[in-house]
């Protein structure tokens, strides 16, 4: 396929638009030739970034795929119940697919995805960043040479972040399942399928504990209003969207999450003002009709008896700096946010470090989830020039098969049950 790779994105959201910089990076290899949002706004920012041709931009997903193929992938980033669709529909018009993790909310939607990009011969890559990150691809290479023998048990921890939860998952798009999904699907989906691949064998049985503590309204404080703005209590609080937002914007801090409030206007004290008297971000946590858990842990077993355990709480300093610890039988690995990754020999007892390369991270505006963002293009975009789906780490089968551990686990949760795995209602 001659280059660039030209590409339509669907959702000129926040991951719309960043994996749209791509193309802003690397014009010879990709190129936005179209864009479908139901914001006006938005669509016009990324139709004048790109110029975009005003035939190739519309209100709808349903407006793109009505037209003839006009390129060559599709990039899927609408919101998490609005994916099965799309994906379906672009995948019967032969455009290979990047899509937005989670692949959709339900198994039989998800199974209609990887069913209809199979049929039709289409690349699917599932946006599980994190796979694509040198944190851990340096550590799939070291046991793939057997460092630490055979895998035993891997540990995994995932801080979300006190602030970006209260952001995301008390006051934001991710706050309700019936709006969105649960928390499990929606945040750490990544990590199951971080898991799921470094372990390479089939998950047996799944338990899972976790629950919604703190923000209810029976934890607001005594005097507490219903918006941060005019809150008599709100200095006291560490939630309070006036900390968050307003006082970051006046010490010149205007990207995430401050982005993602202003929606159509610049990031300014007045705008953020306005979002925080009218908007979702100004109010109480312990007001808003969130229901998703801020804990839970996963407990799983996996043919041969290897066995995992990954843990998701709200209530951290650290921002998603994640940690894992991998016990073999000649040795234990562990590897913790965007540090080196480091090696015990149980022989000769010494601990030996193994440097990450992050200088591609000078090289392009892609630099979420530490470089991540960029190897996942940059796999995708490769894939889809040389037709080629060995380049995709995160392809149809492998991502079902994780997204189905996932269902497995939350199953777990609500019927307070060990669920043994590929059975799911």
């Not at 795929?65 to 899927?76: N, T």
């Not at 995301?168 to 499990?184: C, I």
């Not at 006082?247 to 982005?259: A, F, Q, R, Y």
């Not at 003002?273 to 971000?281: D, F, Q, R, S």
Request: charged share 25%.
């Amino acid at each position: 396929m001659p280059l660039p790779v030209e590409v339509l994105i669907i959702g000129a959201g926040n991951r719309g638009q960043i994996y749209s910089f791509f193309a802003k990076d690397f014009p010879e290899r990709m190129k936005v030739v179209g864009v479908a949002d139901c914001r006006r706004v938005a669509r016009q920012n990324l139709q004048m970034k790109y110029s975009v041709a005003d035939c190739n931009v519309f209100d709808d997903w349903r407006g793109a795929a009505a037209q003839e193929k006009f390129a060559d992938a599709v990039v899927i980033a609408t919101p998490d119940r609005q994916h099965k669709e799309p994906a379906v529909a672009f995948a019967e018009k032969g455009y290979h697919i990047l899509l937005e993790k989670p692949m959709a909310v339900t198994v039989d939607d998800c199974k209609e995805i990887v069913a209809a990009c199979m049929k039709h011969n289409v690349l699917l890559s599932v946006c599980h960043v994190l796979r694509y990150s040198p944190a851990v691809v340096k550590v799939k290479e070291l046991l793939s040479q057997g460092v630490i023998g055979e895998v035993v048990h891997i540990q995994h921890l995932e801080p979300v972040g006190f602030y970006h939860f209260a952001h995301s998952f008390v006051r934001g798009n991710w706050r309700n399942e019936q709006e969105s999904t649960f928390s499990l699907l929606a945040k750490s989906c990544h990590d199951i399928d971080i898991i799921n691949s470094l372990i390479g064998k089939r998950c047996i049985k799944v338990s899972s504990f976790g629950s919604l503590s703190h923000f209810t309204k029976e934890n607001k404080p005594q005097g507490a209003a219903s918006r941060c703005l005019n809150c008599a209590v709100e200095q006291s609080c560490p939630y309070s969207a006036k900390k968050l937002y307003l006082e970051g914007v006046k010490n010149g801090h205007k990207g995430w999450p401050v982005s993602t409030i202003c929606e159509g206007a610049d990031v300014d004290i007045e705008s953020v003002t306005k979002a925080l008297c009218e908007g979702p971000y100004g109010r109480c946590v312990y007001e808003c009709d969130n229901d998703v858990v801020t804990h839970q842990v996963v407990n799983m077993e996996f043919e041969g008896g290897v066995t995992a355990a990954f843990t998701m709480v709200a209530f951290t300093e650290k921002l998603c700096d994640r940690s894992i610890t991998i016990y073999g039988t000649k040795g234990e690995l562990s590897s913790e946010g965007q540090h080196p990754v480091k090696v015990f020999d149980f022989l000769t007892q010494t601990k030996k470090e193994y440097p990450l390369d992050y200088s591609i991270l000078q090289q392009t505006q892609l630099r979420g989830h530490g470089g991540a963002d960029y190897y996942l293009m940059d796999s995708f975009i490769q894939a889809v020039a040389e037709n080629n789906p060995s380049l995709i780490m995160t392809g149809p089968e492998e991502t079902l098969a994780s997204h189905l551990l996932l269902f497995d686990a939350e199953r777990a949760r609500r019927e307070s049950r060990i669920i043994y795995c590929n059975q799911t209602e």
